[in-house]
C-alpha cells in the first residue's frame, strides 16, 4: 500500500511564494507518474502540474510560468514550487501518484490547503 503524505501549505499574500511536498512511503517514481492537483470550493478537481516517470512536465495554463513540478528520488518526495500566488490559486492541494504499469491505479494524498489573501 502507499502513501502520500502532503504538507506545506499554509496562508500566504498576493505574489508570495510556497512549496508543497509529498512524501511517498515507498520509492514509486519509477512506476507512477506524479502528479498535483487542486480542488476550490465548489469546483472539480483540475491537474496543476504532472510529472512522468520519464521526467516529462505538463502544467495547466493557468500556473505555467509560475509553478514547478519536482521531485527528489533519494527522499520519495514530490515537490511543487508555486511563485506569484493569485488568490484564484486558493484551493486544496492533492499529491497524485498514477501507476503506469499493471493493474494501473491511483493513490492520493490527504491534501493541503493553500490560501491565498488579497
Known amino acids: 500500500q502507499v502513501q502520500l503524505v502532503e504538507s506545506g501549505g499554509g496562508l500566504v499574500q498576493v505574489g508570495g511564494t510556497l512549496r508543497l511536498s509529498c512524501a511517498a512511503s515507498?520509492?514509486?517514481?519509477?512506476?507512477?507518474?506524479m502528479g498535483w492537483y487542486r480542488q476550490a470550493p465548489g469546483k472539480q478537481r483540475e491537474l496543476v502540474a504532472r510529472?512522468?516517470?520519464?521526467?516529462?512536465?505538463n502544467y495547466a495554463d493557468s500556473v505555467k510560468g509560475r509553478f514547478t513540478i519536482s521531485r527528489d528520488n533519494a527522499k520519495n518526495t514530490l515537490y511543487l514550487q508555486m511563485n506569484s500566488l493569485k488568490p484564484e490559486d486558493t484551493a486544496v492541494y492533492y499529491c497524485?501518484?498514477?501507476?503506469?504499469?499493471?493493474?494501473?491505479?491511483?493513490?492520493w494524498g490527504q491534501g493541503t490547503q493553500v490560501t491565498v489573501s488579497s
Open positions: 497524485n501518484a498514477h501507476v503506469v504499469l499493471f493493474p494501473r491505479r491511483d493513490y
Open positions: 515507498v520509492s514509486i517514481f519509477s512506476v507512477a507518474d
Open positions: 510529472l512522468t516517470t520519464g521526467g516529462t512536465t
